[in-house]
């Protein structure tokens, strides 16, 4: 800045870099393609996998989006908002992590050109908002299908049209009971809102050894346990459980405490208050004629000793959240004190109690339970990394399958969405008056990347079919036409079967037309450090660091 009588004012830190107008946005718009770019080959059945490693040298193996944006370190502030929107959309809805990021890459790319034209940001944004709100209006009005709740081979189209594109593809009717009746049994109906919360009660476990065509979904719990006493019984038919959240050990003082013995029968008085009180908590838990007692805390030997005497087996050292499981699925509640315990609070809605050696560890499982509304999903497979991605799979199969049942709306997969909205926004694009007009053309233009994605991926000419796609879908009735992924042929996707829940797509094009109007907003780009020497003076940094980024 110059001062009025012409010296040089400095305003910021000397050793503070800035960028600032359009070279701002130019750099932006290059870090979202370069991102958009890394998981472009993830989307659609013929899709790639990754590999990453980490330092540790662990590796993950996948064509999530999510899962690989969430390994890769990128130094670029675009890019780290380009990786939150995957994440994003993998909290919210599950599926479709790939599409919106490739999708905002594309949003954004087209903005490139209007900036060269010096069409200032505003212009453009406006124009953005204004076709995602027509986007959105139009997936909900025009193209989305009801879909009957009752119908059940509909609900594992649509499972399995979300699985199609992964590793598990290949086992996907496997997959799509699992995660069907899976959130069939967490899900709960309370004055008249559905919840399902996969996360917490549709616990997936993972052992390795076995094929994967052996995972299943347990009507029940399975815990990584073994029985605390090994003449304690392995199974048991209908048992009665009692979930505890205290130990059955002697409460040691909370802070130090001292005491004073005198005579020599006060050390043994000690001893024998301490056996007391264990044999009093194991009175009150035996009064109820339980079979089996899971607590989250320890067990000390006499308890066991006690609890064995009275043919009680006993689990210890739970987690909270294996215990909330456990109650859901048998009917129990947890209690905090022993002496607090009454019928009430007795599990009986298990039918079989087992303990099982799978490989080299021993399983606990809790099975046959009537009406259980929590369940463990056993997933079997040849190694760690397989097992992993085929969790990652599922994960989305579930969502999708939690999608529907909340909102039990389809539209047709295959990029034939994505085009019939290119070609609705095109025909509004006419009635816009001035500058508006041609962003908003443009994002009906970048709505093209889907189906010209799967084609890339499928390794067939590109531009022949998607012309060929654009004129099938100017002729009216035509707007379920699209990719098919395997072959790379146009085809009907209401024949071939290929739905996604309604939530999952308006979730992308929100997501993405959002962070793209948020890239495009940004003119100046200001990183300094805040490091100071030894001298005291702040060190000048040649690489802007992380925190400057942030700042």
Known sequence: MMSQNGGPVMVLNANTKRKSGHKVQKENIAAGKAIADVVRTCI???AMLKMLMDPMGGIVMTNDG???LRE???QHPAAKSFIEIARTQDEEVGDGTTSVVVLAGEILGVAEQFLEQKI?????????????EDMLNILDKEFSIPLPMDDENKLIEVIQSCIGTKFIGTWSDLACSIALNAVKTVRIKEDGRTEIDTKRYAKVEKVPGG???DSELLNGI???KDITHPKMRRLIKNPRIILLDCSLEFKKGESQTEVEIVKETDFTRLLQIEEEYIEQICKDIIALKPDLVCTEKGVSDLAQHYLLKANVSVIRRLRKSDNNRVARACNATIVTRTDELCEGHVGTGAGRFEVKKIGDEYFTFITECINPKACTILLRGPSKDILNEVERNLQ???HVAKNIMLNPRLVTGGGSIEMAISQALMKRSSNIAGVVQWPYKAVAEALEVIPRTLLQNCGVSTIRTMTSLRAKHAIKGNEYWGINGETGELSNMKDLKIWEPIVVKSQVYKTAIETAILLVRIDDIVSGTKKIGDDGQPKPSAQPTEESMKE
């Open 44 to 46: 659609g059945p013929r």
């Open 66 to 68: 999510n899962a690989i």
């Open 72 to 74: 890769i370190t990128v």
């Open 120 to 132: 200032h940001p505003t212009v453009i944004i406006k124009a953005y908002r204004q076709a995602l």
């Open 211 to 213: 094929a994967i065509e």
């Open 222 to 224: 399975m815990l990584n």
């Open 396 to 398: 989305d199969a579930l």
